[in-house]
């Protein structure tokens, strides 16, 4: 039977993660353009998949299925013998003494099953784990998006040239409507090598001075610049070895193409990728064509901000201008749905395993319990007390699972962090309160949701057949 649920939850499992699949290729398709972006159902990771899923039921359910093997048929059509009790160490301890009797009877019950208590508390932590997990990458991207566009760049709007100009160009935009300071910026393709690593990016030269675009440090203190010294991404020196002081080789991928080695003069915290700073006069004189510039970034007035853009399209050697907040809003807007798409499957899913392992131990226990429990019915106690003595027990090792998931949540996240460093793209490691609330509530939403389930059973509780003999 256990191979039976297996196999058609593994079934069920494929059926649904194909949906998922298409889902979330639609969702990229919308925001992203690739050659090609087909769905395709892989049949190997749906067999590996489902080989885990069948082999974790026979193995749950081996167990029991070995203690019924063992028993001899005469012993098995006997009524149940009662439990024997004797003092656990819970009961020595001084603190025993002011619980109830019915909190005694759910202390007492999981000391007397000690693997499956174990066992269900590593489960709802093992939920709880993938909730908080899951909800340290709005935190993350926040403090990208942040750090990106607010600390380390202080600019409103920004245009590209259509080809690098002299810093002549710098007063011409600056004397476009609207606008209250410009910064010449220059761009060019580039390779870094070292220690007999490569990595392609760019390299960005910016004026020493600068205070709308600036390299930062952890501290959000500027980085300066050092003669031709160049400035790189943290993610970038780690992936090359290197550290301030160090030597590598630029490079650059357009012009003379010229190849020089530059010393390390710094790092700087950039979650967007691999980049590379330097002197905007320093850059120039390697590539041999002077003080050159091909993006001026510029603070407008947010009251003159239609007609600077309309004075923009009539420049021709301008192709192109960006606003920092209608990048952000639309970053918001597109990525953050997908996120959001994403992470409402991560929820539903640890949800369901949370749901799962408790509305089964609960189901269990009130199966194990149904003749105890009508004993305290009949000796006085109502329907609360009893629905108390049977939830309490699940509703303890929630809250003893809490800290554990919590823990694995964040072991989690680190895991993905140190994923994503290998990458471009390096996340902050940050799971704000919201995060944690939000994990925590849909956790113990899924556990109560199971409690409700088998509590109203109690209430429908025939007292008559729990108490029958088995014969």
Request: include cysteine.
């Amino acid at each position: 039977m256990a191979a039976l649920i297996g196999v058609v939850g593994a079934i069920g499992g494929g059926l649904l993660g194909a949906w998922m699949g298409r889902v979330i290729t639609e969702l990229l398709a919308q925001y992203m353009r690739f050659p090609r972006l087909d769905l395709q159902f892989s049949w190997q990771a749906f067999l590996v998949a489902s080989v885990f899923s069948v082999a974790a039921a026979l193995g749950g359910s081996l167990f029991a299925a070995r203690r019924a093997a063992r028993l001899d048929p005469a012993v098995a059509m006997r009524p149940p013998a009662p439990a024997a009790y004797r003092k656990g160490f819970l009961e020595r301890i001084p603190l025993w003494e002011r619980l109830d009797q019915s909190s005694r009877m759910i202390v007492r019950n999981l000391e007397r099953f000690p693997t499956r208590a174990v066992s269900t508390l590593l489960g709802l932590a093992v939920s709880l784990a993938l909730l908080v997990g899951s909800q340290f990458m709005f935190g993350s991207l926040n403090e990208v998006i942040d750090q990106a566009y607010f600390r380390a760049r202080h600019w409103t709007d920004a245009v590209a040239f259509a080809e690098n100009r002299g810093v002549v160009a710098v007063a011409e935009v600056r004397c476009l409507p609207g606008v209250v300071a410009a910064e010449g910026e220059r761009y060019a393709a580039a390779r870094i090598r070292a220690h007999g690593r490569e990595e392609q990016g760019y390299v960005a030269g910016l004026e020493p001075d600068a205070v709308l675009s600036l390299p930062i440090d952890v501290d959000d203190r500027r980085v300066p610049f050092k003669g031709r010294g160049l400035i790189l991404s943290e993610s970038l020196a780690g992936r090359m070895g290197v550290k301030p002081g160090d030597l590598v080789e630029l490079e650059v991928s357009e012009g003379r193409r010229p190849r020089v080695v530059l010393p390390v003069t710094g790092t700087t915290r950039d979650y967007a990728g691999f980049s590379t700073y330097m002197d905007r006069r320093a850059l120039g004189q390697i590539m041999g064509e002077g003080d050159l510039v091909n993006l001026v970034t510029l603070q407008v007035a947010s009251d003159r901000r239609a007609e600077f853009y309309r004075s923009v399209v009539g420049a021709p050697a301008i192709v192109g201008a960006a606003s920092r907040a209608d990048t952000v809003e639309a970053y918001r807007t597109n990525f953050m749905r997908i996120l959001n798409d994403e992470m409402t499957f991560f929820a539903g899913f640890a949800a369901a395993i949370a749901f799962g392992v408790a509305y089964n131990v609960a189901r269990i226990a009130l199966a194990d319990r149904s003749r105890d429990l009508a004993t305290l019915r009949v000796l006085g106690l109502d329907q609360s007390e009893c629905a108390y003595i049977l939830l309490g027990e699940l509703f303890l090792l929630a809250l003893v699972a809490m800290p554990l998931g919590v823990i694995g949540g964040v072991a989690l996240a680190r895991t993905l962090v140190a994923a994503f460093a290998e990458q471009e793209m390096q996340l902050p490691m940050i799971i704000t309160a919201h995060g944690y609330g939000v994990a925590v509530c849909v956790y113990f939403a899924a556990v109560l949701a199971a409690a409700v389930l088998v509590g109203q059973r109690i209430w429908r509780l025939d007292l008559v057949a729990a108490l029958k003999t088995r014969e």
